[in-house]
C-alpha cells in the first residue's frame, strides 16, 4: 500500500515537472509575445541582478573591495567578446535555420570543440600574466591589502568566458526553436550564483569566494540549453573541427567578435579611467550602469531577441519589405517605452537607488552620485536599447562589417570625451553638470563625466546604425518619428503625475526606513505609469494598442478563455 502511495506520489510529481517543462518550453512564435514574455522573465532574472547589486552594497559599499571585483571582471568579459563570440548564436542562428539535425550536431559539434581549445589556450595564457596585466590596467587598485585575493579573482573568472561561449552555441538553437522561457531562464541562474558566491563563499576564501559563485551561475547558465538540444537530437560531441566548415563562420564572426570586442575595450577603458577618480568611483559608475541595464533588458534586448530569427529569415528571403516592418515595429515599441522609463528615472531616480541600494556599508554620498550617475546614464537609454537591434538588423543583412567600423569609431569618441572632459578645468563642465544633479559636494562627482561621455558615445553609434539600415529598411527613420514624440509627451505627463505624487505623500510619513521609500516610490511609479497609459490610449498610440492586445490575451488565457496564446492579428509571426 505505501509502495503504491509513493510510486503515485512519484508519477504524479513527475507529470507536474514534465507540464512545468512543457510549459517553460512551449515555443513562441509572435513577435510581440516573444518581446513580452522575454520582458516578463528578464524581469524576474533583474530582480536577482538588483538583489546581487543590493548584497554587494551591503556587505563592502562603495569601496575597494566591490571596485576589485569589477575591474577584475572587465578582463574576462573582453575574453568572452573577442574570442567567445568567434563561433556566437548570432552567425549560427542564421545557418541552423532549416537545417536538418544531423547538419545541426555536426555543425555544434565542431564549433564548440573550437571555442573550448581556442579559448582554452587564450585563458591559460592570459591567467599566466594575470598580475602584470592588472598592474598595468589599475595600477591604484594593486596597491591594496589584497592584492593576491584580486590576481586569484581574475584567474578564477577566467573560466567564465568558455562556458559562457559554449552557452552562446547551445543556445542558437533554444532561440531558432523559439524556446524564449528557456533563453530567458539563463541569466535567472547566473545571478543566482553569483548571489550565493558572495553570501556564502566570500565568508570562507575571500574575493576568489564571488569568482567561484559567478562560475557556478556560468555552469547553470549553460546547462538550461541542454534540454532543448536533447530534444531536438543535437547534442554536441567533441568533434575534431573541419577547415572549410569553420572557415566561413569565423570569417562571418571576425566582425561580430571585433565589435563586441571593442564594447568591451570600451568598458574597460572607462573602468580603468574611473578607477582614477578615487575610491568607489568603480562601484558606484558600475552600480549606475547595473540599474540602467533593468529597463535596457526589458526593452531593448527583448524585442532585439525575439527579432533577430525572424529578420534572419525575412534576410535570407530577401523579402526587403517584411525585414522593414519586423525593424520597424520593434524599434519603436523600444523609442516608445525607453523615453517613458527615461521619464520616470528622471523623477525617482533617487527612490530606486535608496530602496535598492541604500543599506549596510553603501552611504548617502555613494547613494546620491548613484542615482545621478543613473539619470546621466540614462540619458542614452534609448539609443543602447536600439543600438542592440540594429546591430542584430546588420548582422541578419549579411553586413558584418559595419558595426565594427561604428564600434571603433564610437569606442574611440566615447573614451576621448572621457579623458578630454576629464582634463577641462570644473567649472566648464563638471560644476554645472553636478549643481544640477545636486552632487557637487560629493568628493568623486566628476565620474559624472564619465558617463555623460559614454552617453553620448552610444547616441552618436546608434545614428551610425541608423543610416547604414537606409539601404536594407527603407523608410525606417520617417517610422521612428511618431512614437518618439508620444513617448516624450506621455513620458512628460507620467514624470509630472509622479513628481506630483511625492510633492503630495512627502509629509504623510518621512522617508527615514525601507519601507516608507519603498511604498512612496512605488506609488509615484504606479501613477506616472497610469498617467502614460491614458496619454498614449487618448492620442491613439498604435504600440500601446498592440501591447493591450497581447496583455488582453494573456489574461483570457489565464481565465480559461483560451487555452493557447495566439498572436493578435496585427502581430508580426515569426516564421
Not at 542564421?94 to 536538418?100: K, L, Q, S, V, Y
Not at 577641462?424 to 554645472?432: G, V
Not at 541608423?466 to 506621455?490: E, H, K, N
Not at 497610469?530 to 488582453?552: M, P, R, T
Request: charged share 10%.
Amino acid at each position: 500500500m505505501v509502495r503504491k502511495t509513493l510510486a503515485s506520489i512519484s508519477t504524479h510529481v513527475l507529470g507536474l515537472r514534465r507540464a512545468a517543462y512543457s510549459r517553460i518550453a512551449t515555443p513562441i512564435q509572435g513577435l510581440h509575445q516573444a518581446a513580452y514574455l522575454l520582458a516578463t522573465l528578464t524581469l524576474a532574472s533583474q530582480a536577482l541582478a538588483l538583489l546581487r547589486d543590493r548584497t554587494f552594497a551591503a556587505a563592502f559599499g562603495a569601496g575597494h573591495v566591490l571596485d576589485l571585483y569589477y575591474a577584475a571582471f572587465r578582463v574576462p568579459d573582453l575574453v568572452f567578446a573577442v574570442v567567445s563570440s568567434l563561433v556566437s548564436a548570432y552567425v549560427i542562428i542564421p545557418r541552423i535555420t532549416g537545417m536538418d539535425r544531423d547538419e545541426t550536431r555536426r555543425l555544434l559539434s565542431e564549433t564548440a570543440t573550437f571555442l573550448f581549445v581556442v579559448g582554452g589556450v587564450v585563458c591559460a595564457v592570459l591567467a599566466l600574466f594575470m598580475p602584470s596585466f592588472l598592474a598595468t590596467l589599475y595600477p591604484d587598485l594593486v596597491a591594496v591589502p589584497v592584492q593576491e585575493g584580486f590576481v586569484l579573482l581574475g584567474r578564477i573568472l577566467l573560466i567564465q568566458p568558455i562556458l559562457l561561449g559554449l552557452s552562446s552555441i547551445f543556445s542558437s538553437v533554444t532561440q531558432v526553436h523559439r524556446r524564449f522561457a528557456l533563453y530567458a531562464l539563463s541569466p535567472v541562474l547566473y545571478n543566482l550564483g553569483i548571489i550565493i558566491g558572495t553570501v556564502y563563499f566570500y565568508p570562507l576564501w575571500g574575493l576568489p569566494g564571488i569568482g567561484v559563485g559567478v562560475v557556478l551561475g556560468a555552469i547553470a547558465y549553460l546547462l538550461v540549453n541542454v534540454p532543448v538540444l536533447v530534444e531536438a537530437g543535437v547534442v554536441p560531441r567533441p568533434r575534431l573541427p573541419r577547415f572549410s566548415v569553420m572557415l566561413p563562420i569565423i570569417r562571418h564572426s571576425v566582425p561580430r567578435s571585433l565589435a563586441l570586442g571593442m564594447n568591451s575595450i570600451t568598458a574597460l577603458a572607462l573602468t580603468a579611467i574611473a578607477s582614477r577618480v578615487g575610491s568607489g568611483s568603480v562601484s558606484v559608475f558600475t552600480l549606475a550602469g547595473n540599474l540602467e541595464a533593468v529597463p535596457l533588458a526589458l526593452i531593448g534586448s527583448s524585442y532585439a531577441v525575439a527579432a533577430f530569427p525572424a529578420l534572419s529569415e525575412a534576410s535570407a528571403l530577401e523579402n526587403k519589405s517584411e525585414f522593414t516592418r519586423i525593424l520597424s515595429t520593434s524599434a519603436r515599441h523600444i523609442i516608445l517605452w525607453s523615453i517613458v522609463a527615461l521619464g520616470l528615472i528622471l523623477v525617482l531616480r533617487a527612490h530606486v537607488v535608496r530602496v535598492i541600494l541604500g543599506t549596510g556599508a553603501f552611504d548617502w554620498n555613494a547613494t546620491r552620485l548613484t542615482a545621478a550617475l543613473l539619470l546621466v546614464l540614462s540619458v542614452g537609454l534609448a539609443a543602447d536599447a536600439l543600438e542592440l537591434l540594429f546591430s542584430r538588423a546588420l548582422y541578419a543583412a549579411r553586413q558584418s562589417w559595419r558595426p565594427l567600423a561604428y564600434q571603433l569609431a564610437a569606442g574611440g569618441l566615447t573614451v576621448f570625451m572621457a579623458i578630454k572632459f576629464l582634463s577641462e578645468p570644473p567649472a566648464a563642465i563638471l560644476t554645472p553638470l553636478a549643481a544640477l544633479l545636486k552632487v557637487s559636494d560629493v568628493t568623486e562627482a566628476s565620474i559624472l563625466l564619465i558617463a555623460l561621455a559614454s552617453a553620448l558615445g552610444q547616441i552618436f553609434l546608434v545614428v551610425l546604425s541608423l543610416i547604414a539600415l537606409r539601404s536594407v529598411a527603407p523608410g525606417l527613420s520617417r517610422s521612428l518619428i511618431r512614437p518618439f514624440i508620444d513617448g516624450a509627451v506621455a513620458a512628460t505627463v507620467g514624470g509630472l503625475a509622479a513628481y506630483g505624487t511625492l510633492a503630495l505623500t512627502g509629509g504623510i510619513a518621512p522617508l527615514t526606513t525601507l519601507m516608507s521609500v519603498l511604498v512612496q516610490g512605488f506609488t509615484a511609479g504606479v501613477v506616472g505609469l497610469v498617467a502614460v497609459a491614458i496619454v498614449l490610449h487618448i492620442i491613439g498610440n498604435e504600440e500601446f494598442k498592440a501591447i493591450s492586445q497581447v496583455i488582453g490575451g494573456w489574461l483570457r488565457a489565464l481565465d480559461g478563455v483560451s487555452g493557447v496564446l495566439k498572436p493578435s492579428a496585427e502581430e508580426i509571426i515569426q516564421p
